[in-house]
């Protein structure tokens, strides 16, 4: 005789993943690929180091001491 309880082939534990389980992981994976390659090309349009003016010593002194 065992004691109370529910029998030993309904208890809790790991489960095989599901369908909708692998398909909404793949999901959020290909969601995050998205979003850090979007991430990734506008850094390149608006933040690489193309996109940043040239500053030299003479335009800074031209900047902040200007002629009288």
Same mark, same amino acid.
Request: charged share 20%.
């Given at each position: ?8 082939? *309904? ?21 995050? *690929? ?13 933040? *690489?180091? *193309? ?18």
């Amino acid at each position: 005789m065992t004691g109370p309880g529910p029998p030993l082939e *309904s208890a809790p534990g790991p489960q095989a993943p599901t369908r909708f389980g692998q398909a909404l992981k793949r999901r959020i994976a290909v969601t995050i *690929s998205l979003k850090l390659a979007l991430l990734i090309v506008l850094y390149l349009l608006f933040f *690489s180091p *193309s996109q940043r003016p040239h500053i030299d010593d003479a335009a800074i002194d031209r900047h902040l001491l200007p002629t009288r």
